[in-house]
């Protein structure tokens, strides 16, 4: 198992960037491909982004393509999502997860949040308009 803390939320407004974090610790951390999840108020948790194990493949949703990037520092054992141009829309806790399931499956199912085993605790991203 792998424990894993984010950070770097907040509030800012529409157009502005963040940074999160992710730190983990436990299992090996460059062992598991890993992914961003959002959930807004009385909505379900949806794929924002995931990331290989070493970092040479990454996946985006279509509504955050070409303002978020996902990457990760496996010396330093932490994952990142730099997000930028932010809407009101992005507003949502976000979670980052490890992937826990068949890593030969990974390119298959990177948005399947079923397939993360390992989650952190979420941190809180508010976009005013």
């Known amino acids: 198992q792998v424990q894993l803390v984010e950070s770097g939320g907040g509030l800012v407004q529409a157009g502005g960037s963040l940074r999160l974090s992710c730190a983990a610790s436990?299992?090996?951390?460059?062992?598991?491909?890993m992914g961003w999840f959002r959930q807004a108020p009385g909505k379900e948790r949806e794929f924002v982004a995931a990331?290989?194990?070493?970092?040479?493949?990454?996946y985006y949703s279509d509504s955050v393509k070409g303002r978020f990037t996902i990457s990760r520092d496996n010396a330093k054992n932490t994952l990142y999502l730099q997000m930028n141009m932010l809407k009101p829309e992005d507003t949502a806790v976000y979670y980052c997860?490890?992937?826990?399931?068949?890593?030969?499956?990974?390119?298959?199912?990177?948005?399947?949040?079923?397939?993360?085993?390992?989650w952190g605790q979420g941190t809180q991203v508010t976009v005013s308009s």
């Open positions: 997860a490890a992937y826990t399931s068949n890593s030969l499956i990974w390119r298959a199912t990177y948005g399947n949040a079923g397939r993360y085993g390992d």
């Open positions: 436990g299992r090996t951390f460059s062992n598991s491909a």
């Open positions: 990331i290989s194990r070493i970092g040479d493949i990454t």
